[in-house]
């Protein structure tokens, strides 16, 4: 049973807006920290990046199984 035609890209769409809004801790909080750095914080956001870019590929390449 499916509920919409573009499953993926819904998928995607909503991935990016929870991204974005995950990155919110990330410049506003982690910076007050006592001895957070601007490089630490650069790689905690490429590593955000990366998880999410793979995640994403992940769930959204994989083939749909068909039914019988």
Do not use: C, E, K
């Given at each position: ?13 909503i ?31 490429l ?14 390449s ?7």
């Open positions: 049973m499916r509920f919409t035609r573009h499953p993926a890209a819904i998928f995607s769409v991935s990016a807006i929870v991204f974005i809004v995950t990155l919110i801790p990330d410049f506003t909080y982690i910076p007050t920290v006592p001895g957070a750095s601007n490089g630490q914080t650069a790689i905690l956001v590593m955000h990046v990366i998880a999410a870019s793979v995640i994403v590929r992940l769930l959204t994989t083939p749909a199984r068909q039914s019988r």
